[in-house]
């Protein structure tokens, strides 16, 4: 990070606002959890929410879940104004910074898949080499997750993270945040072919 960046907690009053007027916008109905269960994961310790500042300006966002030594990105994007500026990779070059002692950091990334439109294949394609482009290397494995289907991409400090520790933790996640019966239907890690 450079110019006077800050990547800090964000409070639950300002994750009400970022909710509100900018991940309605950055992100899909079908990817974006309810904001009582954010605050609520936020409020038992389950759920780190991180901003980027300069000054008192927020120039982009995160939202972690931890899971033994692993931490999955569940959120990351630039504010409206501030996208395609490197907010984003400046916003992992302080995760990584943040989580460099956990065996990884977990992202999942939209998966590119047959059925969906050119230009939302080069959206998802795009991600993913914004992943790769930070550091992040392919797990090897992709996950189903209430209807979305996702690549999974991770880094640690020793590199790319061990495949089975990390989708053990990925399941642990999910399997801790959703009833049996619920993860049981939506949640395949790994996803079927």
């Known amino acids: 990070m450079s110019g006077g960046e800050v990547l800090r907690p964000l409070s639950r009053k300002e994750v009400r606002w970022i909710y509100r007027w900018e991940m309605k916008e950055a992100f899909p109905p079908a990817e974006l959890k309810p904001l009582w269960s954010i605050l609520s994961m936020m409020k038992r310790g389950e759920c780190d929410a991180l901003g980027l500042f300069r000054g008192e300006e927020l120039l982009g966002y995160a939202l972690l879940r931890r899971e033994g030594s692993f931490v999955l990105l ?7 104004g501030k996208r395609n500026q490197g907010t984003g990779s ?17 992202a999942e990334a939209e998966a590119v898949e047959p059925g969906v439109s ?20 392919d797990l090897g494995y ?11 991409l991770g880094w640690s400090a020793a590199g790319t993270p061990d495949r089975d520790a990390a989708m053990e933790a990925h399941r642990r996640l999910y399997r801790l945040r959703a009833l049996e019966s619920l993860y049981r239907r939506y949640v395949h890690i790994p996803a079927e072919d």
């Open 118 to 137: 050119e230009e939302e294949k080069q959206l998802r394609r795009r991600r993913l080499a914004f992943y790769e482009r930070n550091g992040f290397g």
């Open 74 to 80: 569940d959120y990351l994007a630039a504010c409206q």
């Open 142 to 152: 992709e996950a189903y997750i209430f209807s979305v289907r996702y690549a999974m």
């Open 90 to 106: 400046a916003i992992l070059t302080g995760l990584k910074e943040r989580y460099a002692d956990t065996a990884g950091l977990l």
